[in-house]
Structures are given as structure tokens and as C-alpha cells.
């Protein structure tokens, strides 16, 4: 008895690290409020909102694409925002979006890129690329 519970506990200790690596991979996404979202846009920030719901599929093939893209080292400084369509919908209307699967670029204030439904990795990274200073 005291055997199967160690191996149990060896299996569930030796998996954490993996655990911890994934989660340590994913892209981090804040959850869009005003305050922080008009603070990123004063100080200049390149931001990504990313509106998207649970329930699309479209949204769903996103965000490995836009988690690829925050990775990567000349994305270090990219604030991303979520934005969820069902639950903030003043939200959805403020940034003038019409459907989830809705990705917006900001260099500061200024809107370089908006892009509803695409899926394309290289449109997509395009898109990202438009937050950068001319």
C-alpha cells in the first residue's frame, strides 16, 4: 500500500517542472480594463487587444499564433489586452469591434492594424509588426 502512494507521488512531483515550463511559455494576456489600457497607450506602448470568446473557433486558432508572436524577443514589450466579447461587451463597442476573432494594433494611441477573423500566421504577425516605431 505505502509503495502505490509513493509512486503516485514520484509520477505527480516528476510532473510539475513540465507544468510549470508550459505555463511559463504561455503568452501573458491582461484583462483589458480602461485605466490600464489608457496608461499603456500614454506612455507609448505597443499593444495588442485581442477580442475573443470562449465558445469561437476562430479565436481558438489565434491565440497559439499570437502567443508564438509575444515570444519572440522584439515582442518583449508588447502589452497584450483580452478582451472577452460576451462579458465586456462597453468594451467591444469603446474600440468599435464589430465580432469576436477581433485583433487590434496600437502603437500608443495611434490604431496601426485591425484584423477580424484572420488566422493567417504571417498576416497576423504583420499585424503585431505595425506596433513598431516607423
Known amino acids: 500500500m505505502h509503495r502505490r502512494h509513493f509512486i503516485t507521488l514520484a509520477i505527480a512531483v516528476s510532473a510539475v517542472?513540465?507544468?510549470?515550463?508550459?505555463?511559463?511559455?504561455?503568452?501573458?494576456?491582461?484583462?483589458?480594463?480602461?485605466?490600464?489600457?489608457?496608461?499603456?497607450?500614454?506612455?507609448?506602448?505597443?499593444?495588442?487587444v485581442d477580442?475573443?470568446?470562449?465558445?469561437?473557433?476562430?479565436?481558438?486558432?489565434?491565440?497559439?499564433?499570437v502567443d508564438k508572436l509575444a515570444e519572440q524577443p522584439s515582442n518583449k514589450d508588447l502589452v497584450i489586452f483580452a478582451v472577452d466579447f460576451d462579458s465586456q461587451q462597453s468594451v467591444v463597442r469603446q474600440l468599435r469591434a464589430q465580432s469576436q476573432s477581433t485583433l487590434i494594433a496600437f502603437r500608443g494611441?495611434?490604431?496601426?492594424?485591425?484584423?477580424?477573423?484572420d488566422t493567417d500566421p504571417d498576416s497576423i504577425a504583420a499585424l503585431v509588426q505595425s506596433t513598431l516605431a516607423k
Open 17 to 48: 517542472p513540465w507544468v510549470s515550463l508550459s505555463a511559463a511559455n504561455a503568452a501573458e494576456r491582461d484583462i483589458f480594463s480602461t485605466a490600464s489600457f489608457e496608461a499603456a497607450q500614454q506612455r507609448g506602448a505597443r499593444i495588442l
Open 51 to 65: 477580442i475573443s470568446a470562449s465558445w469561437c473557433p476562430t479565436c481558438k486558432a489565434q491565440k497559439p499564433i
Open 109 to 117: 494611441k495611434a490604431e496601426t492594424a485591425r484584423s477580424v477573423g
